[in-house]
């Protein structure tokens, strides 16, 4: 390997979509063509991490990187316009956001720990609901589920008893409230370093209030049980309160949930934007363990349902399924893209998206098992602003009550509620 280093010049870096208040930042870069080091400079974000290309002088090939964020200094002030990782509020500054002790930050000494041995414990929790009968009524969630265990048993070779399939068709369990909130403490019970687990959901989202203020656009994303009428919703809230926030550092949990408002479907902290690279929520909840979550579309979109030919099931989940089988080891952001282009392809609005409890490179190959540490020096909320809930424009479309069909059959979240009653 050459070990000469060589400074790009800013004419033959390429930094996509640089967002403002930006600084000089500097990498060492090896071509992936003749092997030498390339010592980089660019101006960019110090707290997002940046996808950049640059040029080798020596072969010329155009090569293609990630640099991670750095560490903001700790006498930076917390800015309500752009997340920082800076020093998060003092726990009686938090205390006045009436937040339940659960949610409430903490510091953590979890952080640097080596990558853990897996233990050979694999569990997965598919659920598909059609919502037969009511008219809010879909056809490909329950196949959906079907194609995620196929996946699973036949691509990742996980074992079927591992497998709790949750389907409103009567021939698996149903998925009412209260019996998926027990399949989800299932799930992670007795969670340790080296356990993996996987979850996808198929089905209605929809939003309601958070009555913390904490989300972004004042609303919390949820799911529908088959039962919504009688027994509510599930939020995010409860899915983060139940799978991530046990989990130690050194478990891994992959979800795919396709459905409406799916966006932050988790209340994961870190999102992955296109061409500017991990940001954190304004509000973030972090936590020890390694979550990942691909989701249908963002918190305002709609997910679409089966839509024909020979496509039998929602859109994400079968261009998830589809997209590994055809590249066992594609790199996430390849995942990604491929995601995206499905839908373009489709002629379809939504745009699937990636987020995480931890930050990472994204140009590694996405498996099931690798497992990242606890990187986060603080767990909980940090709480940063407050927001009020604004209103949902569907709402105003005079439409309370009626079917609105939305991308293939699915309806806009925010009527949902009238559809059921």
């Known amino acids: 390997m ?33 092997q030498r080091v390339l010592t980089v400079q660019m101006t960019a974000m110090r707290d997002l991490s940046v996808t950049a290309r640059a040029t080798c002088p020596h072969c010329q090939m155009l090569n293609e990187f990630m640099i991670p964020p750095e560490p903001i200094p700790t006498a930076t002030p917390i800015s309500d316009g752009l997340p920082q990782q800076a020093p998060p509020p003092s726990m009686q500054a938090q205390a006045m956001y009436g937040l339940p002790s659960s949610m409430q930050m903490q510091k953590t000494n979890q952080v640097g720990i080596a990558p853990p041995s897996l233990t050979g414990v694999q569990r997965a929790l598919l659920i598909g609901i059609n919502y037969y009968n009511t008219p809010a009524q879909l056809s490909g969630c329950i196949p959906d589920a079907h194609n995620m265990f196929r996946l699973l048993t036949e691509t990742y070779r996980w074992n079927p008893g591992d497998i709790r399939m949750m389907t409103d068709d009567g021939r698996a369990e149903m998925p009412t409230r209260a019996n998926i909130i027990g399949a989800l403490h299932w799930l992670v019970r007795d969670a340790k370093p080296g356990d993996v687990f996987f979850f996808h959901y198929s089905g209605h989202g929809s939003q309601q209030p958070d009555p913390y203020g904490m989300e972004e656009d004042g609303m919390n994303e949820t799911i529908l049980p088959c039962d919504v009428r009688r027994a509510g919703m599930i939020s995010d809230d409860e899915i983060f309160s139940i799978l991530v926030a046990p989990l130690p550092s050194g478990v891994r949990l992959t979800s795919v949930m396709d459905c409406c408002h799916s966006g932050t479907g988790m209340d ?48 994400m989940t079968s261009a998830f399924c589809n997209s590994i089988r055809a590249s066992p080891y594609i ?70 009550g009626l079917l609105l069909p939305l991308a293939g059959g699915l309806l806009a979240g925010a009527l949902l509620g009238s559809i059921f009653d």
């Open 2 to 34: 050459h070990s000469s280093s060589v400074l790009i010049a800013q004419a033959a870096l390429v930094v996509d979509d640089v967002p403002q208040r930006e600084t000089t930042r500097t990498a060492q870069v090896q071509c992936g063509s003749c």
């Open 331 to 400: 790199s996430y952001i390849d995942l990604i893209h491929r995601l995206n282009d499905e839908m373009r392809r489709r002629r379809m609005g939504q745009r699937p998206q990636l987020s995480s409890t931890q930050v990472f490179p994204v140009d590694r190959p996405f498996n099931l098992v690798d497992i990242l540490p606890n990187q986060n020096q603080y767990i909980g909320r940090i709480v940063r602003k407050k927001f009020k809930a604004r209103k949902n424009k569907r709402k105003m479309q005079g439409l309370d």
């Open 268 to 315: 994961l902290p870190w999102r992955w934007i296109e061409r500017r690279g991990w940001k954190e929520e304004t509000n973030p909840w972090h936590s020890l363990g390694d979550v990942q979550l691909f989701s249908g579309c963002d918190d305002s979109g709609t997910s679409a349902d089966a839509s024909g030919g020979n496509i039998n099931g929602g859109a």
